[in-house]
């Protein structure tokens, strides 16, 4: 059974950074293609960037190219989500999910099975 938790949220100044994490409390994620998503309020769930479990290739939404990456440590069966040059609208709730099936990954949520409880990021001087 997966059971992602992530970690690594917490509040920041404007063009600060943060990384996050995300782990499987339940075994090794290097067969799952990771999203992470984010959620603020009032607004809709959105997909900020992915890796796909196939050759760990990434996939970044617009409004964070450039600024996010997103990577994996099978060794410490981790994968991050490094955020740099942090933005007012970048505050929002942090989602990490997990998807078993496909070779690539995708930044919509319906294929992925397994998510974590979320972590906040706030950015604000």
């Known amino acids: 059974q997966v059971q992602l938790v992530e970690s690594g949220g917490g509040l920041v100044q404007p063009g600060g950074s943060l990384r996050l994490s995300c782990r499987d409390s339940?075994?090794?994620?290097?067969?799952?293609?990771i999203g992470w998503f984010r959620k603020a309020p009032g607004s809709d769930r959105e997909g900020v960037a992915c890796?796909?479990?196939?050759?760990?290739?990434?996939w970044y939404a617009d409004s964070v190219k450039g600024r996010f990456t997103v990577a994996r440590d099978n060794a410490k069966n981790m994968v991050y989500l490094e955020m740099n040059s942090l933005k007012p609208e970048d505050t929002a709730v942090y989602y990490c999910a997990a998807e078993g099936l496909s070779t690539g990954c995708v930044l919509f949520s319906d294929p992925y099975d397994y998510w974590g409880q979320g972590t906040q990021v706030t950015v604000d001087s």
């Open positions: 890796i796909s479990s196939s050759d760990d290739s990434t």
């Open positions: 339940g075994g090794a994620l290097d067969n799952y293609a």
